[in-house]
């Protein structure tokens, strides 16, 4: 339905900061809920937050709450996640996702990318 693609990860240290992307490819980026979730080795996909259709809604897990930023720009196709004091226990593959309506479960999404790796050390 709609192909998405993270950039973005890579490596830095406690306390430091990333900007992923995920950029969206087809005709209706505006009509989707956007939501972000990770996965860390031998654990369970988690939800980080997910952003409305026009952007001016956003919702949070509490751990990443004061710290992380999910914005878009529906122009450019684009959906953002600034991460700020990051910690090493943010350390995962980051997806995005594109679904019907705001939800925290990763049932109710039904298109991913491919993941970035984020690794933070210590």
């Known amino acids: 339905q709609v192909q998405l693609v993270e950039s973005g990860g890579g490596l830095v240290q406690a306390g430091g900061s990333l900007r992923l992307s995920c950029a969206a490819s087809?005709?209706?980026?505006?009509?989707?809920?956007m939501g972000w979730f990770r996965q860390a080795p031998g654990k369970e996909r988690e939800f980080v937050g997910h952003?409305?259709?026009?952007?001016?809604?956003?919702y949070y897990t509490d751990s990443v709450k004061g710290r992380f930023t999910i914005s878009r720009d529906n122009a450019k196709n684009t959906v953002y996640l600034q991460m700020n004091s990051l910690k090493p226990e943010d350390t995962a593959v980051y997806y995005c996702?594109?679904?019907?309506?705001?939800?925290?479960?990763?049932?109710?999404?039904?298109?991913w990318g491919q993941g970035t790796q984020v690794t933070v050390s210590s």
């Open positions: 087809g005709r209706a980026f505006s009509s989707y809920t």
């Open positions: 996702a594109a679904g019907s309506f705001p939800s925290a479960n990763y049932r109710d999404y039904a298109d």
């Open positions: 952003i409305s259709r026009s952007g001016d809604r956003t």
